[in-house]
């Protein structure tokens, strides 16, 4: 089973993710909801979830940081930004990155359909290494 983190220091937006989706329906086991962006980058490189879902802009830390430091450290993570800025420089910045989804807040059901069908895929290729080993950004994103 795997691990998810959800990041947000809006703890409405944390509960709006955690409802938003059918765990069981991606193998999800175990859910860790964050308000603090204190040590994200350290926390996810030790705990080494599956999958995270992160905000861009927490008080004075940026997802999108902890996101480049976590792949600079070679964590295979699924990133998923979510945000309420539909801002071009931040999108461009999160796909150089890797992110499998920019989801925007308040979260559209469509969204979560599509990003669910990513989520279903990359899990059903899941063998027990890094999720990510086996499909690329590229193909998540091509869907």
Known sequence: MLK?????DNRYAVEATYH????EELGVSHIEK??????????ILEEKPHI???DIEM???SG???????????SAALFIIITGHDNFKYAHAAVNLGIIYYLLKPIDADDVARLTKKLKK???????NDISAHLSTKEILDE
Not at 20 to 23: E, G, I, M, T
Not at 64 to 74: F, M, T
Not at 122 to 128: I, R
């Open 64 to 74: 999108l940081d902890v996101i480049s430091q976590c792949k600079a450290a070679g």
């Open 59 to 61: 008080h004075d830390v």
């Open 52 to 54: 995270v879902f992160i």
């Open 34 to 43: 964050i308000y603090t962006p204190k040590g994200l980058a350290q926390r």
């Open 4 to 8: 998810a983190f959800i990041i947000d």
């Open 122 to 128: 990359a899990v059903a290729d899941f063998n027990g």
């Open 20 to 23: 938003a989706f059918c765990w």
